[in-house]
């Protein structure tokens, strides 16, 4: 079994700055592609930043320059360092993680959502 773990969310003023975490634990045999995503009030899910297994990342154009996904395969983290926040980033941050476990299996695993919410 592989669950994930997010930690990091909170309450800031805008412009201000705030690090999501997502551990993986269980039984992992490799990390592939990890990725952001973030669901506001009314709104469909939707990327906002992903890497890939050899680091190659992509980002949603709104929190391009922003924004800076990435992964320690050593802590199966990978993290979103998210700067000058204003109030469209609010929402419920998702992690989304792609793993093989140690049976074989590859499959996408979600973590559980942390809520950032943005002060004016």
């Known amino acids: 079994q592989v669950q994930l773990v997010e930690s990091g969310g909170g309450l800031v003023q805008a412009g201000g700055s705030l690090r999501l975490s997502c551990a993986a634990s269980?039984?992992?045999?490799?990390?592939?592609?990890m990725g952001w995503y973030r669901q506001a009030p009314g709104n469909q899910r939707e990327l906002v930043a992903a890497i890939s297994g050899i680091g190659s990342t992509n980002y949603a154009d709104s929190v391009k320059g922003r924004f800076t996904i990435s992964r320690d395969n050593a802590k199966n983290t990978v993290y979103l360092q998210m700067n000058s926040l204003a109030a469209g980033d609010a929402a419920v941050y998702y992690c989304?993680?792609?793993?093989?476990?140690?049976?074989?299996?590859?499959?996408?695993?979600w973590g559980q959502g942390t809520q950032v919410t943005v002060s004016s």
């Open positions: 989304s993680v792609d793993i093989t476990s140690t049976r074989g299996y590859t499959g996408s695993y």
């Open positions: 269980g039984r992992i045999f490799s990390l592939n592609a």
